[in-house]
């Protein structure tokens, strides 16, 4: 089993920044796929940002927070992180970890189902 703890969730103005952090810790792999997804009330997950770990790096940012959001590692705290600028209310949501062992490419890492541990979720309010 993987456990995935996020932190760094709050509330913070339009225009701020937050950066969420990840924890990754039980069964571990040489190869993992590493992804963020967010839910708004009454709406479904959707994809945010992901990335390949253990090998050739890849990512992947979703259309509506390319630019302002970015998806990282640290490795030597295994952890995931994501940096999110120029917050806007729409980007209120609940924020989830996922992980999957193994490498997606860049059709299925943003599916939901692709990925098969999921953290607990930490709330992100942004305010107008």
């Known amino acids: 089993q993987v456990q995935l703890v996020e932190s760094g969730g709050g509330l913070v103005q339009a225009g701020g920044s937050l950066e969420l952090s990840c924890a990754v810790s039980g069964r571990t792999a040489n190869r993992y796929t590493m992804a963020w997804f967010r839910q708004a009330p009454g709406a479904e997950r959707e994809f945010v940002a992901a990335?390949?770990?253990?090998?050739?790096?890849?990512?992947k940012h979703a259309d509506s927070v390319k630019g302002r959001f970015t998806i990282s590692r640290d490795t030597a705290k295994n952890t995931v992180l994501l940096q999110m600028n120029s917050l806007k209310p729409e980007d209120t949501a609940v924020y989830y970890c996922?992980?999957?062992?193994?490498?997606?490419?860049?059709?299925?890492?943003?599916?939901?189902?692709?990925?098969?541990?999921w953290g607990q979720g930490t709330q992100v309010t942004v305010s107008s």
């Open positions: 996922a992980a999957v062992l193994g490498w997606l490419n860049g059709a299925t890492m943003v599916r939901r189902r692709s990925y098969v541990y």
């Open positions: 990335l390949t770990w253990g090998g050739s790096d890849v990512y």
